[in-house]
């Protein structure tokens, strides 16, 4: 199983991004998959979570800013984020649960003026 992500960059406060994470190798779908993000020296903590049901779940610092959506016959997830803020700086990472768990490359997220 491999989860290529894409999306990041560096965007001012205000602006908007959309992160990809696409799974492969996985032979029977992809029932919960994820975003979380981390910053240096600081835990790795859940921001967006979407179930094969279309059920989500985000963290309260995002909620109203972020949508998570996926396509279930490209094994894709993706990660809207608007109304960025400084504090959303970090590195994002792709999130598969399949009873094992998979992790993306990481992508930066940088938001500054």
């Known amino acids: 199983v491999q989860l290529v992500e894409s999306g990041g960059g560096l965007v001012q406060p205000g602006g908007s991004l959309r992160l990809s994470c696409t799974a492969s190798?996985?032979?029977?779908?992809?029932?919960?998959m994820g975003w979380y993000r981390q910053t240096p020296g600081k835990q790795r903590d859940v921001v967006a979570q979407?179930?094969?049901?279309?059920?989500?779940n985000y963290a309260d610092s995002v909620k109203g800013r972020f949508t998570i959506s996926r396509d279930n016959a490209r094994n894709t997830v993706y990660l809207q984020m608007n109304n960025l803020k400084p504090e959303d700086t970090a590195v994002y990472y792709c999130?598969?649960?399949?009873?094992?768990?998979?992790w993306g490359q990481g992508t930066q997220v940088t938001v500054s003026s």
């Open positions: 190798g996985v032979a029977f779908g992809t029932p919960v």
């Open positions: 979407i179930w094969d049901s279309e059920t989500t």
């Open positions: 999130h598969l649960d399949l009873g094992t768990t998979y």
